[in-house]
Each structure stands twice: as C-alpha cells, then as structure tokens.
C-alpha cells in the first residue's frame, strides 16, 4: 500500500518506492530532495535558515542548510546509496513579504537558496531541477520511481521538475 | 535569562506574555468595535507554545489558504508581528466594514479588500503594541504592514524562521471573536528579537 511520506519544518526524512515523500507549504524555507537514478530510495530535508554556526541554538540539525543537508545524505549512505551518484532538485525560497526598511530580514528565502545550492556545491551533487523564489508558496512531492518533482501552488497550474 | 536556555520559555516569562496578550486583547476588542462599528466580543484569548509543525495544524493545515499580514518593529524593541486569519474570517470583517449581507471570499484579493484587512491588522497590531508600551514604558515603530493570501505553511514560515533562529517552539495566540452573530477567528504572533525580550523582561523586573 503506496503512501505519501511528510517531512515537516526543520524536518528530513527517507522514501522509498513505491512511497511518495512531501512538504507542504514551503515559503522562505527550502525542500530539498536527493536521489540516485540508479535507486528507488531518496531523501528530503526542509530547511529553515542557511548556516549553524553562527546560531546559538544548533540542537536540531535538519533547521540548518550546512548541517541538514549534510544529515540528509549521510542517511541516504546508511541506506546503500553513494554520494557521488547523488542528485538534487530543490525548491521554495519565496519572499513571502516585503516591507521597505525592513532590512535583510525579509530577504532570508534567497539566502536559504543561495545556502543549500553552496553546500550541494561543496559536495559536488548536481541540482538537476529548481523552482526557487518569487513570492508564492509551495507544496512539493517527489516520486523516486519517477524522480519527478511536482510542486503545487495556490493559483497556479501543478508542475513538474 | 541565559542566552542558551533560549529552547523554552520559562514560566515566569510564559505569564509575562500572557498578561501583555490579555492587554492587547482587550485594547484588540475596543478597536475594531470602533473600526467595524459593531460591537465586537472576543473570547479569551489561546495561548501556546508550540513546535513549528503544530501552528500549520492548528490554523488548520499547511495548505489551507490564509491572510497573513506582517509587520516588523523597530525602536526600544526590535522583530516582528504578524496577524492571521482565514478567508471566511476575513470576508466577516470585510463585509461588516462595508455595511454589505455577508458573502464568502472568492479568488484573488481586491486592491480594497486587501487595503482594508491591511488596516485591520494594522490595528490589532497597534493593539498589542500598545500593551507593550503600557507595561514596560518602551517605545516601538512598528513598519507600513504588508499581506499576503497564500498558504498558512507558507505564510508561517517567517515567524517561524524568526522563531527558528534562537528555539524550536512558537507563540501562538488564538482569538475567536463574534460580531455580527459571526464568528471570526484570528491568530497572532509577536516575534520579539532574543534583545527584545531581554529588554522587556528587565524593564518588568523579571532579570537585573
């Protein structure tokens, strides 16, 4: 019986086929998914700020772009998968509100982006697919049989990356 | 207050928000009495900390389409406020400003309605602040509000991430409040920055 798995705020999780895996209502926040062609196991992780080391309270490492993804695919390791044949499809990042004067605050869905493309960089997976900012919100599922990423937003037509 | 004791709120700093949400709640109800001339009851306010997935759940779903308005604060304290509510809450007020029968909210915001629910939660806003300011004698700006009509998971992502940057829990206060024999429902986030708070427990003699 095939079901849809939910990863929450500051969340990450393992799918497997015939398993579908989701985060629902992305704004600033990043869902990032890895997967391997080769395999029908892949992972998300939804992020909420870009970098541990300069927060004081680090005890959930999934919130953060450096240490989630990091998790995201070390347990994608435990399951058998390897590292250098991983590959992401990301989305979210929006600028929910924009307010003059705010300063940077308001700017964070671009830096969460900016922060998870760095640490995908630095491990050299490849982001195949990504639907990132503007000013909407996001519902996202991918499915590791066919490793399409389907993101869904009030307003607009589902689509496919 | 220990900068890494920043996962909980303890209780004495719990009631302190309590107290400035029951003022604000008050001040809430006497002002949109006056914006929706209308008398307006509002129960006792709900209020919880929660993790971050739980406030998608208690608005009712990460999906379910909301109204955010947001506003950031500047001034002896710094962060942000943001105020919610549903569309069928939000068609109340508008309805009831307009002086029209009610009617449900379909498709995308008028430039008028979305001027009128900005205003709206510009006041409950105000409201908040103001208890603030009775209570601890700080002065605060709060920003021009921006809205948004989007998804509540969305939407809640920015206080969250607020939130997220010293805890992994959330205030949230919930009001329900009848005009109109309607019902209309509405939360409330005050985001003060970790500073802030330092500062309004201080001037309340919780900390030296």
């Known amino acids: 019986m095939e079901k849809v798995i939910r990863v929450g705020m500051a969340d990450l999780n393992i799918c497997k086929a015939p398993d579908r895996i989701t985060t629902l209502g992305l704004g600033s926040c990043i869902g990032l998914v890895l997967f391997d062609v080769n395999s029908t196991t892949c992972g998300m992780v939804h992020v909420m700020l870009p970098d541990s080391s300069i927060m004081r309270n680090t005890s959930n490492p999934a919130k953060f772009a450096d240490t989630g993804v990091k998790l995201l695919v070390e347990q994608l390791e435990r399951e058998g998968l390897r590292r250098s044949k991983l590959c992401a499809k990301m989305a979210g990042g929006a600028k929910m509100f924009s307010i003059r004067g705010s300063g940077d605050v308001l700017n964070i869905g671009e830096r969460n982006a900016e922060a998870v493309k760095n640490i995908l960089d630095e491990m050299r997976i490849p982001i195949i697919a990504s639907d990132c900012g503007g000013t909407y919100g996001r519902t996202i599922e991918f499915d590791p049989v066919t490793y399409r990423l389907l993101i869904r937003s009030i307003g607009k037509a589902d689509k496919y990356i | 207050m220990e900068e890494?004791?920043?996962?909980?709120?303890?209780?004495?700093?719990?009631?302190?928000?309590?107290?400035?949400?029951?003022?604000?709640?008050?001040?809430?109800?006497?002002?949109?009495?006056?914006?929706?001339?209308?008398?307006?009851?509002?129960?006792?306010?709900?209020?919880?900390?929660?993790?971050?997935?739980?406030?998608?759940?208690?608005?009712?779903?990460?999906?379910?389409?909301?109204?955010?308005?947001?506003?950031?604060?500047?001034?002896?304290?710094?962060?942000?406020?943001?105020?919610?509510?549903?569309?069928?809450?939000?068609?109340?007020?508008?309805?009831?400003?307009?002086?029209?029968?009610?009617?449900?909210?379909?498709?995308?915001?008028?430039?008028?309605?979305?001027?009128?629910?900005?205003e709206f939660g510009n006041i409950i806003a105000g409201s908040y602040l103001s208890a603030i300011a009775k209570l601890t004698g700080l002065g605060i700006v709060p920003s021009v509000p921006d809205l948004s009509d989007d998804m509540a998971g969305a939407i809640l992502s920015v206080p969250a991430i607020e939130f997220g940057k010293v805890s992994d829990r959330v205030l949230l206060i919930q009001s329900v409040f009848d005009t109109d024999n309607k019902r209309a429902e509405g939360f409330f986030i005050l985001i003060p920055t970790r500073k802030a708070y330092k500062k309004i427990f201080e001037k309340l003699g919780l900390i030296s």
Request: aromatic share 6%; net charge negative.
């Open chain 2, 4 to 118: 890494n004791q920043m996962n909980e709120f303890s209780d004495m700093e719990f009631d302190v928000l309590k107290e400035i949400s029951n003022i604000g709640t008050g001040n809430a109800a006497t002002a949109i009495s006056q914006m929706l001339d209308s008398r307006v009851d509002i129960e006792v306010p709900i209020i919880k900390v929660m993790k971050f997935d739980e406030m998608s759940e208690v608005v009712g779903g990460a999906e379910k389409e909301v109204i955010g308005i947001l506003v950031t604060l500047e001034g002896d304290i710094d962060g942000m406020m943001m105020f919610m509510t549903d569309k069928y809450s939000a068609a109340v007020v508008i309805n009831r400003i307009m002086g029209m029968e009610f009617s449900e909210l379909t498709g995308a915001l008028s430039e008028m309605q979305v001027s009128m629910l900005t």
